[in-house]
């Protein structure tokens, strides 16, 4: 039997990222400044990014030197292994060779730190004190506080508050690297003070926390804010996950049929699947398949459209799929994947067609999370079982076709933070909503008017 | 700078365990029937443990080969990595080299399943169908619940009802893997029922919860009862842990002045170090350092004596140092750490002074746990936290001597479901309870005498 690891030497780490814009067959549209609905200019991020960010955003090199100090912190985990699920392969019964990169050994359980130690970098570097977030489940404010501490920045979080009483041992786990954890609404800014005045018991929401936190970085010269998915420049880092697949897949002597990755606002399945499409683009036969939450069905429910990337409407103004800004998508366990837009680079090839998008509901979901779990050992964010499930589907394919398919999927964090999840699913208490043509009309309608 | 991490592939996982009992200088005293007083035989153990491992519990056999069966599954995670602590060292100015061992990749997050596994496969192998444990905090309960599910054996696990109650996290774990979780006391055993007569609200302990699981597996032909630390071929099982260490050490071109883990029951312990105690009998010189809790300072503080290994009396009588079978240790957050005997083949080679130990306060434990984290990344549960802090005070030794030692610790688990436990430590909430003259007083009252 062959390996159950292929596993990269410290040395392997890529020494650059890979940036998709430099091979695109067609460039996605650009943002536009909200008021002017001209397309935006630097300056227009400069009150809340530094410049080499800013400067990535729109770049078009298609290898970003990863600096040194970020390759330090980067080898504390990385390279991450790429797993054969032989386990899930017997009990699928399938002629198909499963593949699966696992991120959960970072120390904040999942991919968020490509990113977060790239940001806290790039701040640092710019002369920056503080960085300001939002977080809903804690994922990406447990990364952006680890990344905040190695560089010596200060961190504050604004966490949901109805998840920042759920959540205690998020809340713990981001205190633990130092950071300042503060429930929103909060009375520390202008929005969070009008929130609550009009309504003392909010229990808050994502939207409200983003306008906090941009406030606060705004507001204040030496702090920067931090957003953890949807940019140009986060998917670009994350894109350490594809080449190092890459690489691994090589030593294999093996190319997948298919990449999967879970879709939320996009960096997670991006960071797997963009290094793959540079090989599409030449030729290379690839099929790359983002799965959402048909709670929240952004790719195959949504429209193509401008539109803000924030409920308050504070960002410019971005060409994607989208449910409408103010979609507030159904309570579901995979807190990563309720966001009612797409990253605009992934919105544009899935419009020209590079990518697919699937999507599914929770229970079915689970079930290939336990079979995950008890055939492979790891238990999985119920993020990264959306992905588990459509390789299952994929396999079951295989087997029916009789075909050696091989299927490459990210596992992009561990579920030890979320047993609640489990715990709703094997006592049956999981709902199943999908999104309703009820739900569509009413989501459309904020949808901002673009000539 | 040197690699962070020394990496093996999976071909080099040992092929055998080491049997410590091979090479030490005088065996360990006989385990006794305690009703005979005389050395057990066999069949004493028949009830509850399969023949496999009764025979490695007595052997003398240097090297037991570890079945393909068990490997197949050690492969999922092992080799695990070892790291070079340099954001550590730096922050704690020491010219010494640190090193871990990071037993916390395993799917259970501890080193517990290195002998789940095995004990589960000479069980099936022995055709049992079923596995009975006790369990406290949740880690071993939650490494056999996995072990049982690759190899297709029921589990039952008493988990002390405090515990369960408190932890719901924990049990949620151990069902996703398909266990049965019963909260001790319980209705379902003699044991429990009658404890539940005379204290309808007992919050249980270990104790009980041992007596539960035993008397379940003696009552029913087809359940065993397993055991996660203590025994000899548990110790056997972990060796995994210091052989892929020394190999992992051997790369680099070092070999370790001191080699550090905390020690509950001695497993963890034994595990890293007596692969090392090998070279030591052959006159290497290597210091291998025991790290215990000042609130059960069972080695430090206890006394070398024919006692029983848990609380009801139900085990035969094993020499060793113990603060008495009915000793309750005070609560604290190291629940694994909290056992009132040592392994016998630990016991005797700290009596024969081949080993050291330390005892530290949960105060100082946790402010390194706490500098770890930020500098390394990793979480750490707080069991191997007591490593940690051992090594700490080692290299700050090694500064004041201006002398370049290499450290060695285990870090034997994460900390993921410990947060808790951090908390408090932020909040300045944590008691630092040290063994008093009364509680060793109170502590040797029931230790039998034996002729």
Not at 172 to 180: D, K, L, T
Not at 294 to 315: E, S
Not at 335 to 364: C, F, N, P
Request: proline share 7%; net charge negative.
């Amino acid at each position: 039997m062959s390996e159950a690891k292929i596993i990269l030497e410290e040395k392997e780490i890529p020494r650059a990222w890979y940036n998709i814009q430099a091979d695109m067959p067609e460039p996605p549209s650009p943002p536009l400044n909200s008021v002017t609905q001209q397309p935006t200019v630097p300056d227009d991020l400069a009150a809340i990014f530094p410049p080499d960010l800013i400067a990535q955003e729109a770049s078009r090199e298609r290898w970003i030197e990863i600096p040194g100090e970020v390759l330090e912190i980067y080898r504390l985990w990385r390279p991450t292994p790429l797993h054969r699920a032989h386990r899930l392969e017997q009990a699928l019964q399938t002629p198909a060779q499963i593949y699966y990169k696992y991120e959960g050994v970072s120390p904040a359980g999942s991919h968020k730190p490509n990113t977060a130690v790239a940001q806290a970098y790039y701040n640092k570097k710019a002369g920056i004190k503080r960085l300001t977030t939002e977080t809903g489940a804690g994922q990406w404010g447990s990364a952006l506080s680890i990344a905040c501490r190695f560089f010596g920045l200060e961190c504050t979080v604004y966490m949901v508050r109805v998840s920042y009483n759920q959540k205690p041992y998020r809340r713990s786990f981001m205190e633990v690297y130092g950071a300042q954890v503060i429930p929103s609404p909060s009375a520390e800014t202008a929005a969070g003070r009008k929130v609550l005045a009009d309504h003392p018991d909010s229990p808050g929401s994502l939207g409200i926390a983003i306008s906090e936190a941009v406030e606060d970085a705004v507001q204040h010269g030496d702090a920067n804010y931090s957003l953890g998915s949807v940019l140009n420049h986060v998917l670009l880092h994350q894109s350490v996950i594809g080449l190092e697949a890459k690489a691994q897949m090589a030593k294999a002597d093996l190319y997948p049929d298919v990449v999967i990755a879970c879709h939320g606002g996009g960096s997670n399945f991006a960071g797997l699947a963009f290094p793959f499409l540079q090989d599409k683009f030449q030729g290379k036969e690839v099929r790359a398949v983002a799965v959402e939450p048909t709670a929240c069905p952004t790719l195959t429910r949504g429209q193509y459209l401008y539109d803000f990337g924030d409920t308050a409407g504070l960002t410019p103004l971005i060409r994607m799929y989208t449910l409408g800004h103010d979609f507030i998508p159904p309570g579901i366990h995979a807190g990563g994947l309720r966001y009612h837009g797409a990253a605009s680079l992934v919105s544009k090839l899935y419009h020209d067609g590079y990518i697919e998008a699937q999507a599914y509901g929770q229970t079915e979901v689970f079930q290939s999370a336990l079979l995950f779990a008890q055939t492979e050992g790891i238990l999985p964010a119920p993020e990264a079982a959306h992905a588990i499930h459509a390789a299952v589907v994929e396999a079951a394919a295989a087997r029916e076709a009789g075909e050696k398919r091989v299927i490459l999927f990210n596992l992009s964090g561990h579920g030890h933070f979320d047993l609640t999840a489990y715990d709703d699913y094997l006592e049956n208490k999981l709902n199943n909503i999908t999104f309703s043509p009820e739900m569509q009309a009413e989501s459309k309608k904020t949808i901002p008017k673009v000539e």
